[in-house]
């Protein structure tokens, strides 16, 4: 069934766990290479009784961490109600070390320690990845390898992540900073992600005490030039962080 849907499980463990009561049978399974799932089997083309042509179902597929989503957002909007299904075996309880492994996979050097599934792009899960004491991650998997967006990048599109606070950020772009003499000495207070080209990212940051610049830095996240806010009107719309006046660094990233 899941070899035949194209679905990625390298699978070791099923259980079944009914059936509908249109005759689908749920399975819950163990994936090695990721979140576990339950499965519905689906229903070939047919007549009822009445002789009325019913149209085949599609299987369905559902990871783990999207099923317990769902579930535990069931139960606190109506904690009487019966809830949806979601995953029982032990192997499946544990989603940590699934998400380091994907994020792992998709080149993010962090310590993992959350995650959800936020959406949904095409047939694709979206992920969000939380990291210890840095700036977190969006990812997806894509037609080759994964697609990932930093929470700072996704915080230019007023895209808010759960699991990321503000100082995260700063220490994160505290260690781009370090590298280049022009911007070792910067106190940050406040960063924003202006954008990218051709030619790198461009970041904007505010320090504690001093003048602010907008730095270019390439894919490796290594300094290629550093522009003064005096100077850097043109750089796409200037400088806009107020460096006299940090930001409250207990707030999550807006």
């Known amino acids: 069934l899941f070899a035949a849907n194209s679905v990625p499980c390298q699978m070791t463990e099923a259980n079944l766990r009914g059936q509908t009561p249109d005759t ?28 009325q042509a019913k149209a085949a179902v599609e299987p ?23 809830p949806p299904p979601k995953c029982d075996l032990p192997a499946n309880q544990n989603f940590l070390p699934v998400f380091a492994a994907m994020s792992s996979e998709a080149g993010i050097a962090c310590t993992v320690d959350q995650g959800t599934i936020v959406g949904r792009k095409g047939k694709a899960s979206v992920y969000e990845i939380g990291c210890n004491g840095a700036d977190g991650y969006r990812i997806n998997r894509a037609a080759e390898g994964w697609e990932v967006a930093s929470c700072l990048e996704l915080a ?18 505290k260690t781009w900073l370090a590298t280049n003499e022009k911007t ?6 406040n960063v ?45 719309d200037g400088c ?14 807006a």
């Open 24 to 51: 689908r049978s749920m399975y819950e399974v163990v994936c090695t290479n990721g979140f576990g799932y339950l499965s519905l089997t689906g229903l070939a083309a047919s007549t009822d009784a009445a002789g």
């Open 60 to 82: 369905v597929f559902i990871e783990c961490i999207e099923a317990q989503v769902t579930y535990d957002r069931a139960v606190a909007a109506s904690p009487e109600a019966a």
């Open 156 to 173: 230019n599109a007023n895209v808010t992540c759960s699991f990321t606070t503000k100082p995260e950020q700063l220490a994160t772009v």
């Open 184 to 189: 070792a000495g910067c106190d940050i207070n």
């Open 192 to 236: 924003r992600f202006m954008g990218s080209n051709d030619n790198g990212a461009f970041y904007e940051a505010a320090c504690n005490g001093a003048e602010g610049f907008i730095t270019r830095l390439d894919a490796a996240k290594a300094i290629q030039e550093v522009y003064p806010c005096a100077e850097a009107e043109k750089i796409g």
């Open 240 to 253: 806009k962080l107020t460096a006299a006046a940090p930001q409250d660094n207990t707030s999550p990233a």
